[in-house]
């Protein structure tokens, strides 16, 4: 490039010449030099901004334009991809804790009408009657024949009802496909599994949505399209569900009870091994949820989670170990049980007089409302609220399906002393069968919170501390004693060393204004084997009336223990436990060698 | 010599051309019989599952227990009782000279082991 120099000799001889000051063309040179500097400095900067600018452009072009192509292009699978396996059922199979199938998915038609592409309406209509007979001719023919260009006739079709359909040759007669809920066991689980429903359908799938139960409560993970493959696996046994069914089923009919509940836990994991409620129904078809009556009157009711009743003397259980627990009393301490019992204007009654005083042992054994009231109101109204808050008992069970939430605990307004003392033999708290279990499973399984669960999960963390192991083995041993030699004889199994609780609650009456004389809530809470409890079991019949005697016996001993006795008899045995010949003495060693 | 390249690079993109022809009907008739493949496996599937829910159906503990029921002469099954539990040691072991004798060898066949 050629320079101009600043300061050009002609010029400045000229200027000299002229007389003018040579300096003014130097820097008249220096500014234009500079000027055209900064001219090409621009020229670069602006050359650079518009190719950034092409490259943004272009960038966005790209993305537009791809986005584009994918508004526009059809989904397709991956062709060649290895993995490229089609997503198997909208939904999530259901199985138990052995991999048998509670609920599947099962690939059927439903069944519409086009009635403008229809050759002959009516005929249709009659025929359609005749493969379906709740469905009303006339109306079918009036809705065929009218402007409706569009109806659904039936959700879901059995491949017979299909064929049918198909014969009538009528080409306004249309199937779509559609995947239903399917639970081969029928009424088995019921009450676990809830039942499913369509949700939005159209022509050609329809959503199945879960409608209760675990089938509503786990609804996002059954229908997880990345999860869909994997069944959801449940803590149940179909077996001893089965078992437990029938034997419950068979108990409640004999003791005459409109109701029936029975739980059977794992005492460790909270895992629930079975679980049902009486009378069920099928979740295949599920009924419609009542109108009117009382809500437990209805199937779909769920007693062993919703029921929440005032269960009785099974409550003496909690009030016994925190007082065990504080050091309050020990085994054989002896309790003032003087019968009636007057606190205030209030009395509190036993059931027959058990003289002056017992043990501790004996207030358990003999089921005494006084001795337990008496060793309540020596712990106090707030430990005692306290402890059964620790136990879960004031709060809903966390199970897994939506009922739960309906478990709700029924609180005295305020926990005066008196209510301690009601609430320390299991009136005036009242709480759900499931809740007993979890509370039972915590007091006898080792003392750590236990929390009820329907899921299989191998490993599980243990809960937090709510007694100490001695007590806990304290406990086992006076609940022994209770079958051994109290209320609950009958629970004897042979084997397998039974210890457990009776209660019998009088039920209140629902408008309110006391209780019933002749209906009462019976339970039984129990474990097996008493020195190392694996299982614990919870049975509660409503209104039983055992009339083989000549009297009717409504207590719990007559009633739920035998029933469940009879469930321990034919489940421990599926359960894979051994019976063993109890030796005197054998928990006593087991303890002291912890 | 200038000639010569020139064909050699002409026959190279004939070559070429034939190649690609061929590779890309290959590709064709490769994915549609991964597509009928994957269609086989879905529609497999789908037996599949049909075939677990009659299992399950046809396995139901209430079915089940009817046909107990109904053969009871034949096959004598009860629920299972503690007292069918038993210990190894009760069983016995079997008399060392039974007398039975070994009267019809059974062919084995392993062709599948072999090389």
């Known amino acids: ?594 | 010599m200038r000639s010569l390249v020139h064909v050699l690079t002409a026959l190279a993109v004939i070559g070429l051309a034939f190649w690609a022809y061929r590779e890309n009907y290959r590709t064709q008739e490769a994915l549609a019989r991964a597509d009928t493949l994957q269609s086989d496996i879905a529609t497999a599937r789908q037996r599949l599952r049909m075939l677990n829910a009659e299992w399950a159906y046809l396995n139901r503990p209430d079915r089940l227990m009817t046909l107990v029921e109904m053969n009871y002469d034949k096959l004598g099954l009860m629920p299972l009782q503690p007292h069918q539990f038993g210990r190894i040691d009760q069983v016995a072991y079997p008399p060392r000279d039974t007398g039975l004798t070994i009267t019809n060898p059974v062919d084995v066949m392993n062709d599948g082991e072999r090389p």
């Open chain 1, 1 to 594: 490039m050629i320079r101009t120099p600043l300061r050009p000799l002609a010029r400045i001889l000229d200027a000299r010449r002229k007389g003018e000051n040579p300096d003014a063309i130097e820097r008249e040179n220096i500014r234009l030099r500079h000027e055209e500097m900064r001219d090409r400095a621009r020229r670069r900067a602006e050359g650079r901004l518009l190719v950034l600018a092409g490259l943004f452009l272009a960038g966005f072009t790209v993305i537009g334009g791809q986005m584009a192509v994918l508004a526009q292009s059809d989904p397709s699978e991956p062709r060649a991809g290895a993995g490229a396996t089609r997503i198997l059922a909208q939904r999530a199979d259901i199985v138990d804790r052995r991999g048998r199938v509670l609920a599947t998915n099962f690939d059927t038609h439903s069944l519409y009408a086009q009635p403008q592409q229809m050759i002959d309406p009516e005929g249709a209509a009659a025929k359609l009657a005749e493969i379906f007979p709740d469905l009303d001719a006339a109306r079918l023919a009036r809705d065929f024949t009218g402007k409706r260009k569009f109806m659904w006739i039936r959700r879901t079709l059995s491949p017979e009802q299909k064929q049918a359909v198909h014969d009538i040759g009528e080409p306004g007669l249309l199937f779509g496909p559609r995947e239903m809920r399917l639970y081969p066991n029928g009424r088995l689980a019921a009450h676990v599994l809830g039942g499913a429903g369509f949700g939005d359908e159209g022509v050609s799938a329809a959503e199945v949505i879960g409608v209760a139960g675990i089938e509503k409560a786990l609804d996002a993970r059954l229908r997880d399209p990345a999860r869909a493959h994997a069944p959801l696996v449940l803590s149940l046994d179909l077996s001893v569900q089965a078992a437990m069914e029938k034997v419950l089923a068979g108990g409640m009919s004999i003791m005459n009870a409109k109701g029936a509940a029975g739980i059977l836990m794992d005492a460790h994991s909270g895992e629930v091994v079975a679980i049902s409620s009486l009378p069920d129904f099928d979740p295949n078809n599920r009924p419609a949820p009542p109108a009117e009556g009382a809500p437990d009157d209805s199937p779909l009711f769920n007693r062993a989670v919703q029921g929440v009743y005032e269960l009785g003397s099974t409550a003496k259980t909690f009030t016994i170990a925190q007082a065990l627990e504080r050091g309050q009393v020990a085994p054989d301490t002896v309790i003032n049980t003087e019968s009636p019992m007057k606190w205030g204007r209030f009395t509190i009654r036993d059931f027959r007089d058990y003289g002056r005083e017992l043990s501790v042992i004996k207030v358990l054994v003999k089921s005494s409302n006084v001795g337990t009231a008496r060793i309540a109101v020596e712990t106090g109204a707030e430990r005692q609220q306290a402890f059964l808050k620790e136990l879960g008992l004031l709060d809903p069970v966390p199970l897994e399906i939506t009922e739960a939430g309906g478990s709700q605990p029924l609180l005295p307004p305020k926990w005066s002393e008196l209510s301690t003392m009601t609430i320390s033999y299991g009136h005036g708290l009242a709480i759900s069968p499931l809740h007993l279990a979890a509370a039972y499973a915590t007091v006898v399984g080792g003392g750590r919170r236990v929390t009820p669960t329907l899921l299989h999960d191998a490993d599980r963390a243990p809960g937090p501390r709510v007694i100490s192991e001695d007590t806990s083995a304290t406990m086992r041993d006076l609940l022994r004693r209770v079958v051994t030699e109290g209320t609950a004889s009958l629970a004897e199994v042979p084997g397998y060393a039974v210890a457990g609780k009776t209660g019998t609650a009088d039920k209140p009456k629902s408008q309110g204004g006391g209780y019933h004389d002749d209906r009462v809530i019976a339970t039984f809470a129990g474990m097996f084997p008493a020195h190392d409890p694996r299982y614990v079991i919870v049975v509660t019949l409503d209104e039983p009336v055992e009339t083989s005697g000549s009297e009717p016996r409504r207590t719990a001993g007559w009633t739920a223990v035998p029933v469940a006795a009879e469930i321990i008899r034919r489940t421990a045995p599926l359960l894979g436990l051994r019976p063993e010949i109890e030796q005197a003495g054998a928990a006593a060693i087991r303890r002291t060698s912890n």
